[in-house]
């Protein structure tokens, strides 16, 4: 008996030291050193951010977006998608921020699934059955980080001119292969607005809602489709520049406000679905 | 099976092995069962049921047991093709995500693989499976059990949890001991009662590369609790404490986190009352700090509301908030003695229950400049908040008139905090005011022949300031029959009928038909009809309930 009870004490005291013990964290809780923003790359980043006027928790990622976009000034180019359960209108919130593409991003990709918020950085890490490319807000920092330490093979530039009159702007992108590119390349055009004042939950408010909340860079159109076109149907050697020119006019049924809004072009490997370049302009 | 084990043994086993053979095969067991249920879908816009492309859905599970004397073994095959509505999306696919190999004897037990295990009430942690929420966050790993003397059990564990079809980012070791003090000094205590002491320690390690929180790699929790029972009371208490560990759930607040349960029943002939109150702060322990809605939980809460089985009370379930809740419920039975006024000849008593559970009242102290969300927080007081999440309220009577008729009468007052419970806290629907009324008619024709009839009807407002159209609020009526021919059929018909919509277009009935067949350990299980949407809760854990129509089939079978 006495020896079993010495054994027992003894297993006890080593599941202990097996175990180590926790880590109390004291303040500041939030890393205060200067991030690295002396990046001299050209590449640039997409932070897509999947969101909805009804997700509480949501605001809190946009202001954190926001910020990781001014650290990194220019660098970071956001798109805050609106679909899943969070964006679903109902008859006290009528204002339909969804798009079709937005929809079909949010399944294929299977964000809202997991939950809002949650994000994309460059669409990258996406494989079919796996969820590594679906960021907190947490992450996206440190994915940004990485993927701004690359050195780009491919640069964009992008021009829109717009016509008052007929609401029509036109928009040249050029592609420039720094390195050597391959056939599997898609340019996409994605239409983002800023300022769009309407209702959004937030749980740092009581009671948690805001009537009149700024909505920034809302995805609204996609002039090339979902999936955009292909750029070339053969390998590209470096030095290539490909020059496209296209027309968007804003439907008439549209509420948009082209001066608050932006052009964003990004190209994406067709078989990765991850974004290699992308960049922004004003639509006016 | 065991003629095949015995042309084994021949085959493999030599002159001398024989006997040894003999015996193992005579203390082999295999034993199992088997599940299946598929769904089909069809369009029906009216309730919002969505179309699905594979048009059927089945989830499928096979258990296999063997034992051999001390050994056990198992595996568990799963299937999920597709997965059926309302289950994780995550889970599809097939394979076999459970196995384990187990050693147990007087002494020791060990176990390698897979294996579910609950620490005390399950504060700290808590492996389990609930497949009708799709919740499986077994470990996978090792443990021991180490009975050094009679009364004490100490429990070591180390492995990660499921998460789908892969592991937890999280590493959990732990550890848990029971002493029963009665059991180890046997003259200490009155005959028949008991006194058990027991504590528990986890840590779960999880890799902290995180450029912007400065985040614990290490959480540990740790509980104590007692139990102390006599034939007629009972008394279990246990405290919990859990060391900062911010992640999604709690928008990555760093307070630490605390739980306190106390259960008290008293049970003299006749009579029986339950007592039961906790307050939960900040314990919603995962093994990954990323996870949400109910995947790698290791903390589990036992609910402190009555789990209501009549459908049209199923509308209001309550989801345990591991993330700050304080609650009390008092439970009462009282049976009539044989002979007097409301006792009769046969079975009659009265049941009571009440529970209520609101928020805490907390202050921010330190919010994230960036983020706006709060890092700390204090609680301005260890009693309830202002913020009421549920109120429950219900009696029911049943009694049994002679040897073929028992009625059950039953009435049930519920308040939910829908916007809590269901909208994460947006200012959606308000608070949902219900009433229900049940009666319940039960009629045994012959010792085979049985009919079971019930009459549900609840009256419902909500004070939103917006009316959201849904196919829940307003009035309901329910029908419901069964007839049993046993020992095999039950064939069930109800219809939910939901006339008091605020939406002339919702108002729709929800008619179901259902037909079972057992034989043996077998049951086949065929529906058909319109189901609603809604919670699903088990044990306070919910999922999402899609609405559809259509076919179901469920077949269950044990060997």
């Not at chain 1, 926790?22 to 897509?48: A, F, H, M, S, W």
């Not at chain 2, 009390?328 to 009265?350: A, H, I």
Request: neutral net charge; glycine residues 8%; proline residues 3%.
């Amino acid at each position: 008996m006495k020896n079993r009870l010495f054994l027992l004490f003894g297993a006890i005291l080593s599941a202990i030291i097996l175990s180590s013990c926790g880590d109390v964290i004291e303040e500041p809780y939030v890393y205060q050193k200067p991030l690295d923003t002396t990046k001299t790359t050209n590449q640039k980043v997409l932070l897509e951010d999947y969101t909805g006027f009804t997700c509480g928790n949501c605001p809190a990622a946009h202001e954190l977006a926001a910020e990781i976009a001014k650290t990194y000034s220019g660098k970071v180019i956001i798109m805050a998608v609106h679909a899943g359960g969070y964006a679903k209108t109902s008859p006290a919130h009528s204002y339909d921020f969804k798009t079709a593409s937005g929809t079909i991003y949010d399944d294929f990709f299977g964000i809202s699934k997991v939950g809002n918020p949650n994000g994309m950085i460059n669409r990258k890490g996406y494989a079919e059955g796996a969820k590594n490319h679906i960021l907190p807000k947490t992450k996206w920092q440190k994915q940004v980080d990485s993927a701004l330490a690359k050195v780009a093979k491919i640069e964009l530039t992008l021009k829109s001119t717009y016509n008052e009159s007929t609401k029509t702007t036109k928009i040249d992108v050029t592609i420039n292969y720094l390195g050597a590119g391959t056939k599997d390349l898609n340019l996409d055009l994605y239409l983002t607005e800023d300022s769009i004042i309407n209702y959004q939950t937030d749980y740092r408010l009581t009671p948690p809602d805001n009537p009149a909340y700024a909505h920034m860079h809302v995805l609204r159109d996609t002039p090339l489709g979902t999936w955009g076109e292909l750029i070339s149907s053969t390998d590209v050697p470096a030095g290539t520049k490909i020059s496209k020119s296209y027309n968007y006019t804003i439907a008439s049924d549209k509420d948009f406000v082209p001066k608050n809004m932006h052009i964003i072009a990004a190209i994406h490997n067709i078989k990765t679905y991850e974004i290699v370049q992308v960049e922004e302009v004003s639509l006016k | 099976m065991k003629k095949f084990l015995l042309i084994i043994t021949i085959l493999f086993g030599l002159g001398s092995a024989n006997a040894f053979s003999q015996s193992v095969l005579e203390s082999t067991r295999v034993s199992g069962n088997f599940q299946f249920d598929a769904q089909s879908y069809g369009k029906d816009s009216l309730i919002g049921a969505q179309e699905i492309k594979q048009k059927v859905l089945s989830n499928g599970f096979l258990n296999v047991l063997m034992s051999v004397g001390k050994f056990n073994g198992g595996i568990r095959y799963e299937h999920y093709l597709d997965p059926i509505l309302g289950i994780d999306t995550r889970y599809a696919g097939s394979g076999i995500p459970y196995r384990f190999f187990e050693f147990k004897d007087e002494f020791i037990d060990v176990t390698v693989g897979n294996f579910y295990q609950q620490f005390g009430s399950g504060l700290v942690f808590r492996s389990y499976e609930e497949r009708v929420l799709g919740l499986d966050n077994a470990m996978d790993g090792a443990r021991f059990k180490i009975r050094p003397s009679k009364g004490v059990e100490f429990i070591g564990i180390i492995g990660n949890q499921r998460e789908f079809w892969g592991k937890s980012a999280g590493l959990i070791r732990g550890g848990d001991l029971t002493v029963s003090i009665s059991d180890l000094f046997e003259n200490l205590l009155p005959k028949g009662n008991s006194l058990n002491v027991g504590g528990s320690y986890v840590s779960k390690y999880q890799d902290n590369n995180d450029s912007y929180y400065l985040l614990p790699a290490n959480v540990t929790a740790t509980a104590v609790r007692a139990n102390y029972s006599t034939s007629e009371f009972n008394i279990d208490a246990e405290y919990a404490y859990k060391i900062n560990d911010p992640n999604a759930t709690n928008n990555y607040n760093y307070n630490p986190g605390t739980g306190f349960i106390l259960n008290l029943s008293y049970f003299p002939e006749g009579f029986g009352a339950n007592l039961n109150f906790h307050r939960i702060d900040n314990f919603d322990f995962r093994s990954d700090r990323e996870a949400i809605g109910s995947s790698v939980m290791m903390s589990f809460v036992p609910p402190i509301t009555k789990q209501h089985d009549y459908r049209l009370t199923t509308l209001f379930p309550y989801s345990t908030k591991l993330n700050g809740e304080i609650g009390v419920q008092g439970d009462f039975t009282y049976s009539f003695p044989k002979g007097s006024w409301l006792g009769g000849n046969y079975e009659s008593y009265v049941t009571f229950n009440f529970a209520r559970v609101h928020n805490l009242d907390t202050v921010r102290t330190l919010i994230d400049t960036t983020t706006k969300l709060p890092l700390r927080y204090e609680a301005n007081s260890l009693g309830f908040g202002k913020n009421l999440f549920f109120n429950d309220l219900n009696i029911e009577f049943t009694k049994k008139w002679d040897r073929k008729i028992k009625t059950v009468v039953s009435f049930i007052n519920i308040e939910y905090n829908k916007d809590v419970l269901e909208a994460e806290g947006a200012a959606k629907y308000g608070m949902v005011h219900s009433n229900t009324l049940v009666g319940e008619l039960e009629y045994k024709f012959t010792s085979k022949h049985s009919l079971r009839t019930q009459v549900q009807h609840l009256w419902q407002t909500q004070d939103s300031t917006v009316h959201v159209p849904d196919n829940q609020n307003g009035n309901w009526i329910m029908f419901f029959a069964e007839y049993s021919y046993s020992p095999s059929w039950i064939f069930t018909v109800y219809d939910e009928y939901n006339y008091g919509n605020h939406f002339d277009e919702k108002k729709l009935h929800y008619l179901n038909f259902n037909v079972a067949y057992t034989h043996e350990s077998s049951k086949i299980m065929l529906s058909y009809g319109r189901q609603r949407g809604g919670l699903l809760c088990v044990g306070g854990v919910c999922r999402v309930v899609p609405a559809a129509t259509g076919i179901s089939l469920s077949i269950t079978s044990s060997f």
